[in-house]
């Protein structure tokens, strides 16, 4: 083991972490070894971490020093943080600025930061077309790490920027198909009808990261824009009435309507899917299916997706 590389794991039991640190402790040959950070190395999720070979290792980014520790005499690291968590932009920023600072006192030498898009760079605060959310953001969750890109930049980090989208688990999560009153499954989602939405399997973000990072140095400085699929509305209905066995229709929600939903920061995501929908040119345009297959060829497209997951839908 002492002859590996350390790849340092933020939020190693949670989904974008866990998928890193499963696709790095999967490849035994790769010359990589996982440091699996997490606030509770008790938890079950820890646990099987470590079953798998990962080292364990307490860190919270509200305790800096646990940060610094580490990432002590690691090559590189996957680094996400979780808006969802708390839910505050300015809460995201500083934990942000915690792993800059860290990743750059510690020199790592290769660093996938998971990201998004700042939205305000195509869309301006003062444009008018959506709610103003938490004081300077459209989409808070996306615009604050599109902004701490340049914080990975200025603190001289060898940063690859890895753009993540949708995940299909979503449709697991509460914007799956529901029954209508007339006894059939709809998809209602806030996206014009023929918009394209992209999509990913949350576990493609981790295979993508540990990819990159076998990479090396031709990924430091490079964007890459990941996608597993892009699918308007009534294409993902249409696949997922194959999968589940019965019809699905499409129901296209204006932006405005759900964002009056009583549903858990319905306003922010009223506002992402109309990001998607009025520059899907530009967001689903970046993300190049092929270029992402070369670089990760289990990528997995919807259908991939739904064939290892449509038992796990609940239908009422």
């Known amino acids: 083991m002492s002859n590996k590389k350390v790849i340092a794991v933020a939020g190693a039991t949670g989904a974008q972490g866990g998928g890193a640190a499963r696709a790095i402790l999967a490849d035994p040959e790769s010359g990589f070894t996982v440091r699996a950070l997490t606030r509770n190395p008790d938890s079950p999720a820890a646990r099987e971490l470590a079953a798998l070979g990962a080292e364990v290792v307490q860190a919270d980014f509200h305790d800096e020093p646990t940060v ?44 996938v930061w998971s990201t998004l898009e700042d939205t305000r760079e195509l869309l301006p605060l003062e444009d008018g077309r959506m709610p103003v959310i938490q004081g300077k953001y459209n ?43 007339d006894g059939v499954l709809a998809l209602n989602l806030p996206m014009e009808d023929g918009k394209l939405l992209a999509g990913v399997d949350v576990a493609d973000i981790g295979r993508t990261a540990f990819a990159i990072l076998k990479g090396g140095a031709p990924f430091i400085g490079q964007t890459v824009s990941l996608a597993g699929d892009h699918l308007t509305g009534a294409q993902y209905a249409e696949k997922l009435a194959a999968a589940l066995g019965e019809p699905v229709r499409f129901q296209s929600v204006p932006y405005d309507f759900f964002r009056t939903l009583e549903i858990p920061a319905a306003d922010e995501l009223g506002n992402m899917f109309q990001y998607y929908g009025d520059f899907d040119q530009e967001f689903t345009g970046a993300r190049d299916l092929n270029r992402v297959r070369e670089i990760n060829p289990a990528l997995k497209s919807f259908d991939d997706w739904l064939a290892e997951n449509a038992s796990k839908f609940v239908l009422s």
């Open 68 to 111: 610094h520790k580490a990432f002590e005499g690691a090559y590189g690291a996957f680094l996400v943080t979780n808006f969802w968590a708390h839910g505050s932009a300015a809460t995201e920023m500083e934990e942000i600025e915690v792993l800059t600072r860290a990743a750059a006192a510690a020199g790592l030498r290769h660093v």
């Open 139 to 181: 989409v808070p969750h996306f615009d604050v790490k599109g902004e701490g890109n340049e914080l990975f930049r200025q603190a001289g980090v060898p940063t690859t920027f890895l753009n993540t989208t949708f995940y299909f688990q979503g449709f697991l999560e509460g914007l799956g198909p529901q029954r209508g009153e």
